[in-house]
């Protein structure tokens, strides 16, 4: 298939492009060797390229990607910066006649605070920099903005140096290109006997392409399907893409609901609620969630939709949503249907998703609870994958008895659970010591964990009853167990 995007503001084209094929192999076959392959599996970020976005106020915004998750087919129609692009354009070198090319002030930075020691690390760094120091809502430094990449011998702190060190950006060529508009990502179609990948620009598009060719993979983020295709070597011989239907990336406040779109990235559902009304925003869950899930690198691409999809017992928006009572939106050629997500998981990485079926947008209903937890116990406490994740969800009524209550958890099965004969216990009754107890009993009944690397059946069991203590503790000050107005 034949590939086209902006690569460094040259207009490239792809002959012969294959989607198992990254865009990272592609960079560095091409002479693009700036950008790095440490891992293959987005953990690491030395990988990383900057993509031109659309802004929501208009013109275009940066944001990076681990480029070894991004299917070569589905770089269509970007618009990406390496690590080569990243310093300004040569100018003319005065008597000598050479051409010198000043560093870029993220690179100036590294330079002068020491930020690079073997280099290797190095190139993802300065293309995560150069994201934020054109962030045009950067007010103070976020460590969050490097979170997605690692260094094994610099060590953090001059780096860190570094990004506190951004002043604010000058007008060059990069603000004179975000002050412009960026199109929406254009369909793609590529279909022979042997390989598909359609990248369709409307809902109804998807449903067409799931409906002719059934056995087709979805591909949103991309973040669990090119790990596959990358580390176990998966052959995927029709590949619908997502990325470019903007009704699958809706966030909308209805009245009685929060809708996320399946196809909205975990940083689009940040952003969205960071500058939501105050009303709209009580969505703590999130708040406590989101800066758990990975790195920022991972959470640009990954989605709700695929989160959901995959069905891991160790996901970590199933036992938030399960907990905040969230139900699916599901369409295939034969209509639309609503499947509570207590109901959406099957069995070990099943769901009761037919063939031909994607999910278009997830329902969290409102008004929100009033007490929100979400706890993911881990070996690392941040960018790492779950051995237990629980959340919960309470309500008290005026009297201070229990009006609704939704207690999830992953990593306890072969399915992320919700817990409906534990939050049975407290419904209606005053919340006190007693009712706790009784949910703790009933608790104890939950689940069947496994052993396995990350921890014992018998840890994680002990986490079950132990979370929800936490629970109970966290949230034991009188101010924070008001009822909803
Ligand atoms: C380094 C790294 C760290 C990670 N850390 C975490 C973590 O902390 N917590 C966590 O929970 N996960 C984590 N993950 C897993 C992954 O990022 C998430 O599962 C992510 O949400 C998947 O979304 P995606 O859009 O990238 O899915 P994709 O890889 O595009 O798709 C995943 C699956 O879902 C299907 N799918 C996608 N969209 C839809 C849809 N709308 N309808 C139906 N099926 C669909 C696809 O066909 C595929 O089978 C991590 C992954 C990596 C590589
Ligand atoms: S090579 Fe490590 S994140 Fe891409
Ligand atoms: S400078 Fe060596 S890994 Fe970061």
Redesign the pocket.
């Known amino acids: 298939m034949t590939v086209q995007f902006m690569l460094n503001g040259t207009p490239v084209t792809v002959d012969d492009a294959d989607h198992h094929t990254s865009l990272l192999q592609w960079l560095r076959n091409s002479g693009f060797t700036g950008s790095k392959e440490g891992c293959a599996?987005?953990?690491c970020g030395a990988c990383a390229v900057a993509q031109v976005l659309p802004r929501a106020e208009g013109g275009s915004r940066l944001e990076p990607l681990n480029s070894c998750?991004l299917s070569l087919a589905d770089a269509h129609g970007r618009e990406i910066i390496t690590v080569e692009g990243v310093a300004p354009k040569a100018t003319s070198g005065g008597a000598s006649g050479s051409a010198s090319r000043p560093l870029h002030p993220v690179q100036q930075a590294l330079v002068e605070r020491g930020g690079s020691q073997c280099g290797y690390c190095t190139p993802g760094f300065v293309v995560s920099l150069f994201c934020e120091y054109y962030r045009a809502e950067r007010t103070s430094p976020d460590p969050e903005a490097i979170s997605g990449n690692l260094c094994r011998c610099t060590g953090y702190r001059p780096i860190l140096d570094a990004l506190e060190s951004l002043p604010t950006p000058a007008a060059d060529d990069v603000t004179e290109r975000l002050s412009r508009d960026r199109v929406a990502l254009a369909e793609l179609s590529h279909a022979t006997p042997a390989r598909t990948f359609l990248r369709p620009t409307t809902l109804t598009g998807v449903v067409d392409a799931l409906r002719d060719n059934p056995k087709a993979?979805?591909?949103?983020?991309?973040?669990?399907?090119?790990?596959e295709v990358n580390q176990r070597f998966r052959r995927i011989d029709s590949l619908v893409a997502?990325d470019g239907v903007p009704e699958?990336k809706r966030i909308e406040w209805t009245r009685d609901e929060l809708v996320l779109g399946?196809?909205a990235t975990l940083s689009d559902i940040e952003l969205a609620l960071r500058d939501a009304q105050a009303d709209q925003r009580a969505l703590e869950m999130f708040d406590q969630l989101l800066p758990?899930?990975?790195s920022r690198l991972?959470r640009n691409?990954?989605?709700?939709?695929?989160?959901l999809?995959?069905a891991?017992p160790?996901?970590?928006?199933a036992p938030a949503l399960l907990a905040l009572g969230a139900r699916l939106c599901l369409l295939s050629a034969t209509g639309e249907r609503f499947v509570p997500l207590h109901e959406f998981f099957a069995g070990y990485r099943k769901t009761v998703?037919q063939p031909g079926e994607?999910?278009v947008d997830v329902r969290i209903p409102r008004p929100f609870p009033v007490l929100q937890r979400f706890y993911k116990v881990s070996k690392r406490p941040l960018d790492?994958?779950?051995t237990v994740a629980a959340a919960f969800a309470l309500t008290l009524d005026d009297s201070r008895a229990v009006r609704s209550m939704g207690i999830a958890y992953g990593g306890v099965a072969a399915i992320p659970l919700r817990a409906s004969d534990a939050e049975a216990q407290a419904l209606g009754k005053p919340w006190n010591a007693a009712t706790q107890q009784a949910v703790t009993l009933k608790l104890t009944e939950l689940g069947t964990p496994m052993n396995d690397h990350r921890g014992s059946a018998d840890y994680r069991r002990a986490m079950i009853t132990s979370l929800f203590e936490r629970f109970c503790a966290d949230t034991a000050a009188p101010a924070s167990l008001r009822s909803k107005p």
């Open positions: 599996e987005g953990e998750l993979v979805l591909l949103a983020g991309g973040t669990d399907v090119m790990v997502l699958l399946a196809g758990l899930f990975s991972i691409r990954a989605t709700l939709g695929g989160n999809a995959t891991s160790i996901g970590d928006s998703l994607l999910i790492d994958i779950s």
